[in-house]
């Protein structure tokens, strides 16, 4: 177990919202609210799931709905706690530490405010390895983890809790009451013991994005470049560099959905790159080629500082470096492909991994004229 | 105590649903659901309130949502008792006995074959005198009971317990969830102590429902018209006779919501009378003149049986008398006014109790040709 001290808290937001593709919420909120839990709080205290006993009960708090309002509604207060109380008084044993089901910029923060605030450790986990739109859309599912009892709370006091026969289930349940708790509010659920975590979970998730935070601070502050400093820690790859110039994105059901385009620029000039996301960055294409597919990870990054810039926050204008990661291998399974991959979305694709499609992909053709 | 056999579960259904003004769910499905729990558990057991100690706990059951589907989804069955579960679970003692929050074709039933199902008394008594489309319209909330919690369950096993800070809450929210569980399921809450129920509750309603239901029978048996006793009975009054010639009906949020136009026979011949209706008929209009509106009860019944016809069972070229009865007098309260007049369902107008309205209507003047 090691205490999180404020640059450390810095550095994982940043570098959470890396892994984020484009959800997980604002890095910067993220960051404010690290900041906020600590000064009210005290140093939180992140653990590895081997540091706890195999029948140690954890349980999971995430944000769920748009992250549009998340700004005016910046909700790591007592709502929160009051999820976390719902689904705790119904368990047979009280919870040991507190974890978040997904790597992103608010996401990853969110259960170290609340471990903080109840005096436990977080576990340095998640059960995506990057961020998704749907609660069920994490590898404790596929492991056969139950979502429920899943609690929903908002800044009223009002308090919900769900079970759902599948997670799929109390993703529907949760999806339409989180309209009346006004688009966005936190959500607890997914109790699991350890046991059950070290092979349903990803481990190290939290270490693993503080480093990379820490590897762009120290870029930054160096000469190197903040996007090659990641995509080194990450074995990611650079998809395309370019500026803004199109952008149709609405909230719709509970997410931030819509389409981006980048006109490139440098080695891309002359090609453009469309994003599909649903909160996450869902598809890459350049022209009519798919370049990146969930569930891999395909993030948007500032060009320069190269911090991560969600869905809700592409402006048009922005110059930006587009990157991709592979997702952890369970991602990649048939069971995990279908539960995230681009056909869960709607798409009519067949997934295949990032590093295979850019195997694939010739240069472009000398222009005959 | 006493137990109620075919014929009183008969009677009450078909006297409950004239209270229902045109709410609380088909009659006939709730004769059905009644013979159905009498042949499965033996026959249920009514209570007085004044029959059970004062703390004795008491819960509400009622299904929440849409009438219309209903017909397909007659869910009497595991989807009551799981509702009923979650919130026995959360509360300190276990309920002595299960009530209906309002008067109405199944609503009045429900109750009954959940009791007959757990072995528990129903108690004689209602929260509304009348059927409600809204969860909070009950008398138990202008005397500060709550709702919560409040549970909701459907036939796949999914369950979702509700706390609200308000009883309005619990509606919102209950309401966005019911539209995921099918547009209709059953909901248990309003866990009350008998002390409480014998301020705030319309005592006695249950037995009043079915000694109109017995009156319908009676006068159906002999040669008096079935309306006239079942005004007699009930104190109501004849607004307007006549078929239904246009019907603009749809199911909005959770709700079935419209218009009837009825065009007047006999005394009424060249009159139109308007209703309109959220699950429940709320306003009676002859020409442009209000005759009733809620909180009283309006009814529509068959002509010549006088069935109590819901209205989702309105249907073009339909024989009907229209009758109102006076409301209980705690909806005539300046609360009561608020929570269940018709400015609560967006009518700018003011409340005035049927019987001073037909006071102040005058014969039709004498037509000048």
Known sequence: MRRLDAEALRDLARGAAIFGAGGGGDPYLGELAALRALEEHGPPVLAEAAELPDDALVVMAIMVGAPVPLVEKLAFGNELVSAYRAVAELLDRPP???????????????????GA????????????????????QVTLTLFGVSASPFALADEHGNTLVLRGVTNEWVERLARAAVMEFGAICPGVGY?????????????????????????MRVARGGKASVIDAV?????????FTGKVVDLDRQTR??????????????????????????NENLIASVGDEVVAMAPDLITVVEQDEGTAIT?????????????AMPCDQRWRTPAGIALGGPRHFGYDLDYAPVERLAAQRRPLPARHD
Chains 1, 2 share one sequence.
């Open 191 to 215: 109790a699991v013991s350890v046991a059950r975590l070290r092979e349903a979970a990803i481990l190290g998730s939290v270490s693993r994005a503080q480093a990379v935070g820490r590897a």
């Open 96 to 114: 040991a530490a507190v974890m978040s089901p997904e790597i992103g910029g608010i996401n990853s923060i969110l259960p170290i405010a609340l």
């Open 311 to 323: 869905s809700e926050n592409l402006r048009y204008g922005l110059r930006v470096g587009v990157i």
């Open 231 to 239: 995509l080194q820690i990450t074995g990611g790859l650079r998809l």
């Open 253 to 278: 059901r509970g997410w931030s959905m819509g389409r981006a385009l980048i006109e490139g620029a440098g080695e891309h000039r002359g090609t453009l790159m469309t994003i599909d996301f649903q």
């Open 117 to 136: 605030q109840l005096g436990l450790p977080v576990i340095d986990a998640d059960a995506m390895g990057r961020a998704y739109p749907e609660i069920h």
